[in-house]
């Protein structure tokens, strides 16, 4: 499988990411050779093999639902770009 | 008094325990190698006043006689690690400046054992790379130079300026993480020794995501022994990470030594790749050589998906890392580069935040998780990597204990030199290493000799899950019989 200019924008719209236009030929031969290396795995036969979850098998610990942490707005917004009283300020969301 | 910077990390705690100098003065030597070694760019940010001040609290506990596992003993920390109002960025401009409110698990697991701090160590950014090249500071460079010629080289990655700085002698030990070769690569390139020790091992918590499912955190150091020490206190349940294992931390140190008489050793034939340089089978053959003389058994053994690890490699990280990478938006923390609107701004902030190779693996992440492709994409390699550590379980069910292998295809190569047009090109360099991380399995890089270029080669021990301990034995045979590198100053 091979990407055009047209998909190589869209996976930068999905990735948030703003790409310039000189870029989008350069970025469409880098992606493409790293999907012409993992086009390899279709040879591999993984009928009725299971997807791996967890590599070392052990059961999630779960914990009681209850709040261990909180109080804390200081620390949560000591490295915000923008905030004020106890809020990230962000730019217009809504029209 | 001896050069303190060039004591094993063993030495130095059991001299400090004998007052034969203080932590403050074993500090202010690596304070002060750190600012001559400047040129390596190994540390991205030099800590001397915490460093001084953890060193002078040591002092006071060897004082009183109650020095701690790792009282003052000197650490670089890699920049993945987060530590608390000491700037953390991942090597990435979109972590800015930022300053932690916590440090991270193991950080915090080096300190409550009486560890000092030197400084924060260069990597790749994000730790994706394999040459420290992608670092928003500029590339780590080796302390090594081939014989007769003063090329800089590159100290491997992503956890170059670990290695760097623990070659160079500017801390005795440091961290580093490993998602698919990150810790044994780069020791290999520089003629030291790391652990990647089996995933749950350490937590992961405070230390920056890259691919959670592969990521694990381990020491770089100069002996077996020294890499041990630092495990023992690195390793460890933590309730704050759901994939940290709750086993007991066995004591590694006592592992050192310990007779490898009897044990069976597996040479994966499938790792005898085509085009492989001749000096690298021969540095693996005098591997097993010095194993068999030890009283191993060697036995050769088949991986037959190893082909498939890489590609695999190359979907399942990235897609992890599109994931986890999506937190950097430029809202809460980091760097903002402002937009017309919210959308535009983020698609700024990530724009000027991620560098090169960074933007390639989120891009590649994002379109193999993309609608249409997933099953193609994502569930395929992760089937793969099923039938990848099944071939794992059925060699060590069959008796081996630990694998043989070189731990990269080559010696260092030159700044600049790999990975231009096609990024498949530096991937390569991680075909032995990255098997290990998709199985899950704990693999140590231990210095096996000098290349005819007088570069430090690499050699890989991969043993069971959890079977750490049979690692650090077989190592420090192979630590024997090898001897220990060290480069020539030049810097």
């Known amino acids: 499988m091979s990407v055009d200019p047209e998909t190589v924008r869209r996976i930068a719209q999905l990735a948030r990411i703003a790409v310039a236009e000189h870029e989008i030929e350069h970025l469409r031969g880098e992606l493409n050779a790293i999907l012409a290396f993992v086009e390899q795995l279709s040879e591999v036969n993984v009928e009725g093999v299971e997807p791996m979850t967890s590599v070392i098998p052990i059961e999630m610990r779960k914990r009681p639902d209850v709040v261990t942490d909180g109080g804390i707005p200081d620390a949560i917004l000591k490295n915000a770009p923008a905030a004020e009283e106890d809020f990230f300020v962000v730019p217009k969301v809504v029209e | ?491």
């Open chain 2, 1 to 491: 008094m001896t050069d303190l910077t060039s004591l094993t990390l063993a030495d130095a705690r059991e001299r400090l325990r004998r007052r034969e100098f203080s932590a403050a003065e074993l500090a202010e030597a690596h304070l002060t190698a750190m600012e001559e070694a400047r040129a390596l760019n190994a540390y991205v940010l030099e800590t001397p006043d915490r460093a001084r001040a953890m060193a002078q609290a040591a002092d006071a506990r060897l004082a009183a006689g109650d020095a701690r596992p790792l009282e003052g003993v000197v650490l670089g920390v890699k920049d993945m690690f987060a530590t608390k109002d000491v700037r953390t960025t991942a090597c990435s401009r979109i972590l800015d400046n930022f300053l932690p409110t916590y440090e991270s698990t193991v950080g915090a697991n080096l300190w409550r054992d009486g560890a000092v701090m030197l400084g924060k160590l260069n990597n790749d950014e994000f730790a994706m790379g394999s040459s420290n090249e992608s670092s928003f500071f500029g590339p780590a460079i080796s302390p090594w130079h081939r014989r007769g010629a003063n090329t800089p080289l590159v100290p491997g990655g992503s956890s170059g300026g670990s290695a760097a700085a623990v070659a160079a002698q500017l801390c005795l030990g440091a961290t580093g993480t490993d998602t698919g070769g990150s810790i044994r690569q780069p020791a290999a390139f520089t003629g030291i020794v790391g652990i990647k020790p089996t995933y749950g091992r350490c937590s992961r918590w405070g230390i920056v995501a890259f691919a959670s499912s592969l990521d694990q955190a381990g020491p770089l150091a100069r002996t077996v022994r020294d890499a041990a020490i630092l495990l023992t206190s690195m390793a460890g349940h933590d309730p704050k990470d759901t994939t940290s294992v709750d086993l007991p931390v066995p004591d590694y140190e006592a592992a050192v030594g310990r007779s490898i008489k009897g044990m069976k050793i597996g040479i994966p034939k499938e790792y005898r790749v085509e085009g492989m340089a001749s000096e690298i089978e021969k540095l693996w053959e005098r591997g097993a050589q010095w194993l068999a003389s030890a009283g191993a058994e060697i036995v050769t053994v088949s991986l037959p998906h190893t082909k498939y690890a890489l590609p695999a490699y190359y979907i399942v990280a990235p897609a992890e890392a599109s994931s986890n990478l999506a937190r950097y938006d430029g809202v809460r923390y980091g760097l903002r580069i402002p937009g017309r609107d919210v959308a535009d701004m983020y698609q700024n902030t990530r724009a000027a935040g991620f560098g090169k190779e960074v933007r390639r693996r989120i891009m590649i992440g994002t379109y193999v998780l993309s609608a249409g492709y997933y099953d193609a994409y994502y569930l395929r390699a992760q089937k793969v990597r099923t039938l990848i550590k099944h071939d794992f379980d059925q060699v060590f069910a069959a008796g081996v204990d630990a694998i043989l292998a070189p731990a990269t295809p080559s010696a260092a190569f030159a700044i600049g030199e790999k990975g231009g047009d096609d990024p498949v090109e530096m991937y390569l360099n991680d075909v032995f290493t990255v098997p290990v991380n998709l199985a899950g399995l704990p693999g140590i890089s231990v210095p096996g000799g000098l290349s005819a270029e007088g570069l430090p080669l690499g050699l890989q021990l991969i043993g069971r899950p959890f079977g750490e301990e049979t690692l650090f034995s077989l190592g420090n045979v192979l630590e024997q019989a090898a001897g220990r590198l060290s480069p020539q100053r030049w810097w």
